[in-house]
Structure formats: structure tokens, C-alpha cells
């Protein structure tokens, strides 16, 4: 049997590839530095994205109203109002998930698919030619964050350049690469293209941009994806209240059909700066450890089990000092005489101890 030419191999492999994905091309930014204006049918602007949307995607809101994409007209975008949705409870979520199994994974992935992405005010370009753009250092913010709170971290740098429709393919061995750790969770960080006002907020005083998060419809774990992004958005909601922009519910896979717990981040735009970016970076890594199942990081799961800890202890504490008493007491032959004491103190005396009959 004859060998198969290099040449054929590649060509092989990139048709698995292909094929592996539920869309050849999945998922789409514009590449102009232009955007779509999201509006419902009252003209009212919801939103905007350089995401290539089709009719079908959805759409939650900060405000949690469920909107689809029904008609697409040049830049804009025209949605229909479904529902305001219910997110997880977020107490339930903080009481059971505080912990994981000590033979579970308490690893959390990030790599970049558009590596060069980068933010207009910081460099002065929208985009790195060497690859290596500001968004490399918002993924590096969010890892450095969470390994602070206790949470291992694997950040890929890796280039997928060009930034074309291709790059999900070549950014997909990168996921896979990092899957071999078995994070509980993997991050692709990208940077939106809107006018700066769409993500632009403070959080505690802090200067931030907001965080969209995607999730690709046309794979297996879309359902899995997305419960998934309304856990992060309602822990976000309560820990750090307008940092979500939204989420994406829309066109493609962005390799999210390799597992669950895979979410799409966007931190800002082109026209923000990279140090608001960053921060918010920061206070997402608060939030994610609850809205993964992690161990316990530094929102309200912690400080409740922490209380909830300290009582354990100080219980544990009594009963061991009253152990060594009582055993004190039955070396040295006094313990008869303590529990008549407590006997008489509680109306509880023996026959004995009692008045005789007069």
C-alpha cells in the first residue's frame, strides 16, 4: 500500500476538522471595526456587537429580558421580546457548590483565540501584527486573579493568527491541549468592537468594562453552556451588580462542542481602555469559583461557610475540654461528687438525696 503524501495528511486533517464542527465557520466578528445596533420593535436600543448574528440567536439583556433576533437590515438588528427570565438561585447555588472532592480537577483553563485583539486607548491600535495584542494581558489578569484566591490556573498565549473565520479551527487544538488537564472550566477571552459607552461602567469606584459572555447554539453542550452562563451572570448580578452586559445565546460553536463549562468572554471593545479591562478581569475571578462548583472563593460562600466553620470549631473545642475534665475528675475520684451537684442544681436527686418523710 502506497503512503499517503504529507501534503494529503494535511488535507485530511483539515477536513476532520471541519467536520468535527457543527459549523464549518463558527462564529464571525466583523472585521471593519463597524457594529450592529440591537433594537426591539419599539426602536428602543438593547444593545450593540460586531458579533455576525442570525435570525434565531437570542439575546439576555442586563435586565435579564430574553430577546430573538428575527430580521436583519444592514447594521441593524431587529429583535422580538420573549421573557424576562428567572437566573439560578443564587443562595442555593452558594450552598451547594462550595467544595468539590479532593479527586476532582480544580483546575480553570483560559486561552485566546484572537490573540491580537487590543485596546485602541492603551496601545493605539485595535490590533497586534506580531499577535501579541492587549487581550493576552486580560486573559493573564483573570489567571493571576484566581490563583490568588487558591485556584490553579492553565493560561495559554498561544497565536492563531490570522484573525479570520478560521481561527476557531487553529484555536481548537489549544482547547484540546488544555482539556488534557481537565479544567472544570475553559475561558476564550476576546475584546468586543462597539463605541466605548456600551461597556463602560464603575464597580465598587473602580473603573471596569463590562463582560459579555457567548454561548454557541449549534453543538451538543449548548444547553449545558448556557445554565452555565446564567450561573456566572447570577452570581456576578449579586456579588458585583452591572458588570454583566449579557449574553449571546448565538450562531456557531466556538469549540464549546468539546464540553461543557466552555464560555466565550468578551471584556470591552477596541474602544476601551485595557486597564478598566483587566479590572474586570479581576472581579470576575471573584465570581467564578461559586458559579463553576469550585472550592470556595472570596464571595459569600466563603464568608458564610467560614462562620458556619469557627462554631464547628469552637464546639469542637467545649466538648474536648470537657473530656479531659471528666476524666481529671474520675482520676482524682471526685466525679461522684460533681454529678450529685448538677443532680441537686436540676431538681433531678437521687432517693437517696432526699428530705426523709416527716
Same mark, same amino acid.
Given at each position: 500500500?502506497?503512503?499517503?503524501?504529507?501534503?494529503?495528511?494535511?488535507?485530511?486533517?483539515?477536513?476532520?476538522?471541519?467536520?468535527?464542527?457543527?459549523?464549518?465557520?463558527?462564529?464571525?466578528?466583523?472585521?471593519?471595526?463597524?457594529?450592529?445596533?440591537?433594537?426591539?420593535?419599539?426602536?428602543?436600543?438593547v444593545t450593540m456587537t460586531a458579533r455576525e448574528l442570525?435570525?434565531? $440567536?437570542?439575546?439576555?439583556? *442586563?435586565?435579564?429580558?430574553?430577546?430573538?433576533?428575527? +430580521? =436583519?437590515? /444592514?447594521?441593524? %438588528?431587529?429583535?422580538?421580546?420573549?421573557?424576562?427570565?428567572?437566573?439560578?438561585?443564587?443562595?442555593?447555588?452558594?450552598?451547594?457548590?462550595?467544595?468539590?472532592?479532593?479527586?476532582?480537577?480544580?483546575?480553570?483553563?483560559?486561552?485566546?483565540?484572537?490573540?491580537?485583539?487590543?485596546?485602541?486607548?492603551?496601545?493605539?491600535?485595535?490590533?497586534?501584527?506580531?499577535?501579541?495584542?492587549?487581550?493576552?494581558?486580560?486573559?493573564?489578569?483573570?489567571?493571576?486573579?484566581?490563583?490568588?484566591?487558591?485556584?490553579?490556573?492553565?493560561?495559554?498565549?498561544?497565536?492563531?493568527?490570522?484573525?479570520?473565520?478560521?481561527?476557531?479551527?487553529?484555536?481548537?487544538?489549544?482547547?484540546?491541549?488544555?482539556?488534557?488537564?481537565?479544567?472544570?472550566?475553559?475561558? $476564550?477571552?476576546?475584546?468586543? *468592537?462597539?463605541?466605548?459607552?456600551?461597556?463602560?461602567? +464603575? =464597580?465598587? /469606584?473602580?473603573? %471596569?468594562?463590562?463582560?459579555?459572555?457567548?454561548?454557541?447554539?449549534?453543538?451538543?453542550?449548548?444547553?449545558?453552556?448556557?445554565?452555565?452562563?446564567?450561573?456566572?451572570?447570577?452570581?456576578?448580578?449579586?456579588?458585583?451588580?452591572?458588570?454583566?452586559?449579557?449574553?449571546?445565546?448565538?450562531?456557531?460553536?466556538?469549540?464549546?462542542?468539546?464540553?461543557?463549562?466552555?464560555?466565550?468572554?468578551?471584556?470591552?471593545?477596541?474602544?476601551?481602555?485595557?486597564?478598566?479591562?483587566?479590572?474586570?478581569?479581576?472581579?470576575?475571578?471573584?465570581?467564578?469559583?461559586?458559579?463553576?462548583?469550585?472550592?470556595?472563593?472570596?464571595?459569600?460562600?466563603?464568608?458564610?461557610?467560614?462562620?458556619?466553620a469557627v462554631k464547628s470549631v469552637v464546639w469542637l473545642?467545649?466538648?474536648?475540654?470537657?473530656?479531659?475534665?471528666?476524666?481529671v475528675l474520675i482520676e482524682r475520684g471526685r466525679l461522684?461528687?460533681?454529678?450529685?451537684?448538677?443532680?441537686?442544681?436540676?431538681?433531678?436527686?437521687?432517693?437517696?438525696?432526699?428530705?426523709?418523710?416527716?
Amino acid at each position: 500500500m502506497k503512503q499517503v503524501p504529507k501534503a494529503a495528511k494535511a488535507l485530511l486533517v483539515m477536513l476532520f476538522l471541519l467536520l468535527s464542527c457543527s459549523d464549518p465557520v463558527p462564529g464571525l466578528e466583523r472585521q471593519d471595526l463597524g457594529y450592529f445596533t440591537l433594537v426591539d420593535r419599539e426602536g428602543k436600543i438593547v444593545t450593540m456587537t460586531a458579533r455576525e448574528l442570525d435570525p434565531g $440567536d437570542q439575546y439576555i439583556g *442586563a435586565d435579564n429580558r430574553l430577546y430573538e433576533v428575527k +430580521e =436583519i437590515r /444592514g447594521d441593524q %438588528v431587529y429583535l422580538d421580546y420573549l421573557e424576562t427570565i428567572t437566573l439560578p438561585d443564587v443562595g442555593e447555588m452558594l450552598q451547594t457548590q462550595i467544595g468539590i472532592s479532593a479527586d476532582e480537577s480544580k483546575t480553570v483553563g483560559i486561552y485566546h483565540t484572537h490573540n491580537a485583539e487590543s485596546y485602541v486607548p492603551s496601545s493605539g491600535t485595535e490590533a497586534k501584527e506580531d499577535g501579541k495584542g492587549d487581550v493576552l494581558a486580560v486573559g493573564k489578569a483573570l489567571a493571576d486573579a484566581l490563583e490568588a484566591d487558591g485556584v490553579q490556573t492553565i493560561w495559554s498565549n498561544n497565536s492563531h493568527l490570522p484573525h479570520d473565520g478560521q481561527a476557531y479551527l487553529r484555536s481548537r487544538r489549544t482547547a484540546a491541549e488544555l482539556l488534557k488537564s481537565k479544567p472544570v472550566t475553559l475561558f $476564550d477571552v476576546h475584546r468586543d *468592537a462597539t463605541p466605548p459607552e456600551v461597556y463602560e461602567a +464603575e =464597580i465598587e /469606584g473602580v473603573p %471596569v468594562t463590562k463582560i459579555r459572555l457567548v454561548v454557541g447554539r449549534q453543538n451538543q453542550n449548548r444547553e449545558a453552556n448556557l445554565e452555565y452562563a446564567k450561573k456566572i451572570k447570577a452570581v456576578a448580578d449579586q456579588q458585583f451588580p452591572g458588570i454583566i452586559e449579557g449574553i449571546f445565546d448565538a450562531r456557531g460553536n466556538y469549540n464549546q462542542d468539546l464540553g461543557p463549562k466552555m464560555i466565550l468572554l468578551e471584556f470591552g471593545a477596541h474602544t476601551n481602555r485595557l486597564e478598566d479591562a483587566e479590572q474586570a478581569a479581576r472581579f470576575l475571578a471573584k465570581v467564578i469559583p461559586a458559579a463553576a462548583g469550585l472550592a470556595k472563593g472570596g464571595g459569600p460562600a466563603q464568608r458564610e461557610t467560614g462562620a458556619a466553620a469557627v462554631k464547628s470549631v469552637v464546639w469542637l473545642l467545649l466538648a474536648v475540654a470537657a473530656v479531659v475534665i471528666v476524666f481529671v475528675l474520675i482520676e482524682r475520684g471526685r466525679l461522684d461528687s460533681l454529678l450529685g451537684f448538677f443532680r441537686r442544681e436540676a431538681g433531678l436527686g437521687s432517693k437517696d438525696d432526699a428530705e426523709p418523710d416527716q
